[in-house]
Structure formats: C-alpha cells, structure tokens
C-alpha cells in the first residue's frame, strides 16, 4: 500500500509484468539477432525492400518489426531516427521506473519490520510482570524483522538488480536494432552492417561468432534453410541455431 501511495496502482502493476515479461525473454541471444538481420539485409539487396512485406509481419520483436515497417513505409531518415530514439526513450523511463518501485518495496520491507518490532516491545512492556507474556512480544518484535529483512534482501532489491539487469539488455538488442535497420536504409553492404552490430556483443559472444564464420563459407544451402525456417529460430540461442543449420534435412 505504501508503495501504491508513493507511485501508482498500475506502476506496481507494470513493474510486475514488465518482470514477467524480461524474464520470459532472458535467454535472448543477439548474435541470433545479427543472423536473422543479416538475411534480412541480403534478400533487401537482391530483391528489394518491398519483397521482405510479408517476412516482415512476422517478426515477433515489436521494436524491428516496426523499424522495419518504416523502411517500406519510405519514411525519411532523420525521421526515423527521431522515432526509433523515442520510442527507446520511452523504454527507458519505463524500465527505470519498475526498477526504482523494487528498490522502493526493498527499502520499505525493513522499516515496517522495524514497527513490528517496536510493537513487539510495547506488548513486552504492557505485561512487564507476567514472565509468560515476554516470550510471545519478544517473538513478534524478532519476527517482523526477520521478515522485513527477508523480504527486503531475498526478495525485492535482487528483483530489482535483475530487472535493471535484464532491461539494459532488451536496450542494447534494441539499440542493435536500430544501427540495422539505419544500416539497410543507407544501403550499406551487409557485411558492414554485421561489423557495426558485432560491437554489441560481448568479447565472448563476438569471438565465438567470427571464429564460427572464420571456418565457415557461404553455403547457400544454409541459406535457404535459415530463410525458410528463420520464424521458428527468432528466440533460439546462437548455438542452437548453428547446430540445426548445419543438420541436413
């Protein structure tokens, strides 16, 4: 209640479902992301942005699909840059306000467990001279603290730490996101566009991705392969997707 009092009904609310919702997405991988953008950028180039209309309602990220629906939109480029920025921002504000509502319910849980103590100790003092009284107060003032100090660093401040966490992730795909479809939008050759995303990844991720493509040809096979079945590899980690490619059938 105090924490409705602080933000709002729906701020609690969209905290616990954007929660839901980086968790149900934490195994996103994004040189999966560079993959899928990279056959996206090839077919633009070979056949033209409006040949990609329908791969394009398939997309599951609402971020890309939209990106992606201005470019056949033919919607300038300073626009959409200022779109893309928006709507990111607004991302952003969104995110820090679910993880400042955590951090607030952390901060909150061991003060009232505090009350309960000092309750605890008013129900000890009450009945100072009845000895079998003392054991029931001095439980209630331990237990509430327990309890607040539970829920507090058990609970609430790593939910909070790991939706910071998880939501600087969904910035920085989105943030890949957008060099790609500015990338495409300019036209630039698809292996430039894959230098300036392999940026995003991690060390780890980036060496295993170029010692992968160090070792691997184009294989139009493996093309084809990934443009018929990319809709089912949208949220399939890197390796994954590597091991099924490479499987014949």
């Known amino acids: 209640m105090v924490t409705i009092v602080n933000y709002s009904f729906d701020d609690l609310k969209n905290t616990f479902v954007s929660l839901l919702d980086n968790l149900k997405n934490s195994d996103m991988d ?14 633009a180039r070979r056949e033209g942005l409006l040949a990609m209309e329908q791969d394009i309602q398939l997309i599951d ?5 939209n990106g992606m629906m201005y470019l ?11 779109i893309m920025n928006d709507q990111m921002e607004s991302a952003e504000r969104s995110m820090e306000k679910s993880v400042n509502v955590l951090a607030s319910m ?11 103590t000092v309750i605890g100790l008013v129900l000890m ?5 009845d000895p079998e009284s003392l054991g029931v107060g001095l439980a209630i003032a331990l237990i509430t603290t327990l309890y607040g100090t539970i829920l507090a660093n058990m609970i609430f401040v790593p ?12 910035l920085t795909r989105k943030r890949l996101f957008k060099t790609a479809i500015i990338s495409i939008k300019d036209e630039e050759n698809p292996r430039i566009m894959e230098n300036k995303l392999l940026n995003f990844l991690s060390p780890g991720e980036r060496a295993a991705y170029l010692t992968y493509y160090d070792k691997e040809n184009f294989d139009k096979k493996r093309e084809d392969k990934l443009y018929n079945n990319w809709k089912d590899y949208q949220t399939m980690p890197w390796e994954n997707l590597v091991e099924n490619l490479a499987a014949t059938g």
């Open 106 to 116: 952390g901060e909150y849980a061991p003060a009232f467990g505090m009350i309960g």
């Open 61 to 65: 990220d609402p971020f890309l699909k």
């Open 125 to 129: 003092l009450q009945n100072i001279q």
């Open 72 to 82: 056949l939109d033919g919607i300038k480029k300073d626009t959409l840059v200022s």
């Open 159 to 170: 939910l909070s730490g790991k939706l910071e966490h998880l939501g600087e992730k969904q």
């Open 30 to 43: 994004l040189r999966t992301d560079i993959e899928l953008i990279n056959m996206f950028s090839r077919k």
